[in-house]
C-alpha cells in the first residue's frame, strides 16, 4: 500500500495558513473559490490518480486531506458568522421594558346590546329567533294580516314600494305571516327581530328605518292573560325587579282585542317624572290577540287555536333603558356618542 500525504501535504498547509490568516467572511470565500471549488488549485490535484498505480490509497490521502482543510474552514466561516451575528443583535437590541401601544377597546352598540338582551330574555322563556325578508311580497306585510289592498291602517305604514307587489317592509308582522304559512296549523312561539322601514318624518323618538322584535305564540288556549305576564316578566327583566305593565285598548287589524302597552316609568318607579312626561308610564310596544281571520287565512282553526302577538321598538327599548334622548344617534355613527355610552355600561 502505497502513501501517497506528500502529494499534499504543502498545499494543504498553505490553504490551512491562508484560512487561518483571513479576515473577512469575503476572504474565506476567495480562498474557497480558489483552491476548493471544481477547477480549484486543489480539486485539480485528483487529476493525477490517474497516473498513479494505488488509486485506493492516492484516494483516501487526497479526502484526508480535504476533510483537514474543510475543518479549518468551518471553523473559520463559524467564528465570523458568529461575530457578525452578535453586531446584528447589539445593533437591534429592543428595551422590552418600555410600555407597549395601547389598543383602545372598542365598545358594543347599545343598538345591539339591547337586541340580543330581548333575544336572550325571550330564548330563556322557551322563544325561538326567526328572521324573515326586509324586501317583501305586499301578501306577507298587509293581506294575511287583515290588511287588504285600500285599508285605512295602510296609511298609517306607508313605506317605499318597489313594484305595485313588492315594498320594504313596514313591520316585523310580516315575518309571522311567513312563519304561520309554513307551519302546517302547527302551535308557534317565537320572536322576529328585523329591519322595518316607514315613511315616517324623523325626529327624536322617529325614524324612516328603525327595528322591532315581533313576538308571536299560537297554541290551544291563549288568553289575555299570558300575553299580560309574558310582557311583564319582560319588562322585569329588561327594565327593573319592580317593573309594571299597563294594556290600554288599541287598534291593529290583526290583533282583537289589540293593546298599547305601558311600562312603569323605570327612572320614578310610577311617581312621575321628566322621563315619563309626569305620568309614571312609558309607552313600550303594540299587542293583542291574533284577530280569527288571520289564523284562518294562515290555516288555523279559530275555535281551536288561539295566540298572542306583540311588536317593540328595538331603538326605543335602548333609548329608555339607557336614557338617549334621540333616535338619530343610533344612526349617526358618531363615536363620542358609543364612547358615552361606554361610561355608562362602566358606571
Ligand atoms: C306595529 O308595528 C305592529 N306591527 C305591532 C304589533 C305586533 C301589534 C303584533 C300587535 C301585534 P306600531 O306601529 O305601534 O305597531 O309599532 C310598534 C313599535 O315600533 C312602537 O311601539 C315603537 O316602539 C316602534 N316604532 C314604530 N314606528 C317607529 C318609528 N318611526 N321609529 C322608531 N320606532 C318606531
Request: with cysteine; net charge neutral.
Given at each position: 500500500m502505497e502513501n501517497y500525504s506528500h502529494i499534499f501535504d504543502e498545499i494543504t498547509s498553505k490553504i490551512i495558513s491562508l484560512v487561518e490568516e483571513s479576515k473577512s467572511l469575503e476572504a474565506l470565500v476567495e480562498i474557497k473559490n480558489k483552491y476548493l471549488s471544481k477547477k480549484g488549485e486543489f480539486?485539480?490535484?485528483?487529476?493525477?490518480?490517474?497516473?498513479?498505480?494505488?488509486?485506493?490509497s492516492f484516494g483516501e490521502a487526497f479526502n484526508a486531506a480535504r476533510k483537514s482543510i474543510e475543518e479549518k474552514y468551518d471553523e473559520k466561516a463559524d467564528k465570523f458568522n458568529q461575530e457578525l451575528l452578535n453586531k446584528k443583535l447589539e445593533?437591534?437590541?429592543?428595551?422590552?421594558?418600555?410600555?407597549?401601544?395601547?389598543?383602545?377597546?372598542?365598545?358594543?352598540n347599545p343598538f345591539f346590546k339591547v337586541k340580543k338582551e330581548i333575544e336572550d330574555i325571550f330564548v330563556s322563556m322557551g322563544y325561538t329567533v326567526e328572521t324573515g325578508p326586509e324586501i317583501d311580497f305586499d301578501k306577507y306585510v298587509f293581506e294575511l294580516l287583515n290588511i287588504p289592498k285600500d285599508h285605512p291602517a295602510r296609511d298609517m305604514q306607508d313605506t317605499l314600494y318597489i313594484d305595485n307587489n313588492l315594498l320594504l317592509r313596514s313591520h316585523t308582522s310580516s315575518i309571522q305571516a311567513h312563519v304561520m304559512e309554513h307551519a302546517n296549523g302547527k302551535p308557534i312561539k317565537i320572536i322576529c327581530p328585523g329591519k322595518t322601514y316607514r315613511r315616517d318624518d324623523d325626529d327624536v323618538t322617529h325614524s324612516h328605518q328603525f327595528a322591532q322584535v315581533e313576538g308571536l305564540v299560537i297554541d290551544k288556549n291563549i288568553n289575555l292573560g299570558n300575553l299580560k305576564a309574558t310582557l311583564e316578566l319582560f319588562a322585569k327583566k329588561m327594565f327593573s325587579k319592580d317593573s309594571k305593565v299597563r294594556f290600554r285598548s288599541s287598534y291593529f287589524p290583526f290583533t282583537e282585542p289589540s293593546v298599547e302597552v305601558d311600562v312603569s316609568c323605570f327612572n320614578?318607579?310610577?311617581?312621575?317624572?321628566?322621563?315619563?312626561?309626569?305620568?309614571?308610564?312609558?309607552?313600550?310596544?303594540?299587542?293583542?290577540?291574533?284577530?280569527?281571520?288571520?289564523?284562518?287565512?294562515?290555516?288555523?282553526?279559530?275555535?281551536?287555536?288561539?295566540?298572542f302577538a306583540f311588536g317593540v321598538g328595538i331603538e326605543r327599548v335602548a333609548m329608555l333603558r339607557y336614557g338617549i334622548?334621540?333616535?338619530?344617534?343610533?344612526?349617526?355613527s358618531d363615536i363620542r356618542f358609543i364612547e358615552e355610552f361606554s361610561k355608562k355600561v362602566e358606571d
Open positions: 480539486s485539480q490535484l485528483m487529476i493525477k490518480i490517474r497516473e498513479v498505480a494505488d488509486k485506493k445593533s437591534e437590541q429592543v428595551d422590552i421594558t418600555l410600555p407597549g401601544n395601547t389598543l383602545s377597546r372598542g365598545v358594543e320614578c318607579h310610577g311617581k312621575g317624572c321628566p322621563t315619563c312626561k309626569g305620568s309614571g308610564w312609558i309607552e313600550i310596544l303594540g299587542a293583542g290577540m291574533v284577530h280569527p281571520n288571520v289564523l284562518k287565512m294562515s290555516g288555523y282553526d279559530p275555535e281551536v287555536y288561539s295566540g334622548d334621540d333616535i338619530r344617534r343610533f344612526y349617526q
